[in-house]
């Protein structure tokens, strides 16, 4: 199994960046797929989640309206795509599956925020 995020980097507040993730080694289409972010010295969070048919899409609150996640099932790839990009998003993204107990993660990808 391989999943591996990208599209990090530095972006100025206000701004924006598109996140991706490859994923290989696994039914892409049976799983919902996930970001989340982790800053140092806190706990991960959920940033955004959508279904394996990409039929269902939810946010957390501090991103709502501003971040979209989207999918790729005949790519194996989820997307994040970040609009006015805000000091508080800078953080370490991550790219997760699930399906009934299995889950995977990714290694991450940086983003920084200049503001």
């Known amino acids: 199994v391989e999943i591996v995020e990208s599209g990090g980097g530095l972006v100025q507040s206000g701004g924006s960046l598109r996140l991706s993730c490859v994923t290989s080694g696994f039914t892409f289409n049976w799983y919902d797929m996930s970001w989340h972010r982790q800053v140092p010295g806190k706990s991960r969070e959920l940033v955004a989640t959508i279904s394996d048919t990409g039929g269902i899409t939810d946010y957390a609150p501090a991103v709502q309206g501003r971040f979209t996640i989207s999918r790729n099932n005949a790519e194996k790839r989820v997307y994040l795509q970040m609009n006015d990009v805000k000091p508080e998003d800078a953080a370490m993204y991550f790219c997760?599956?699930?399906?009934?107990?299995?889950?995977?993660w990714g290694q991450g990808t940086q983003v920084t925020v200049s503001s």
């Open positions: 997760h599956a699930t399906w009934r107990t299995i889950n995977y």
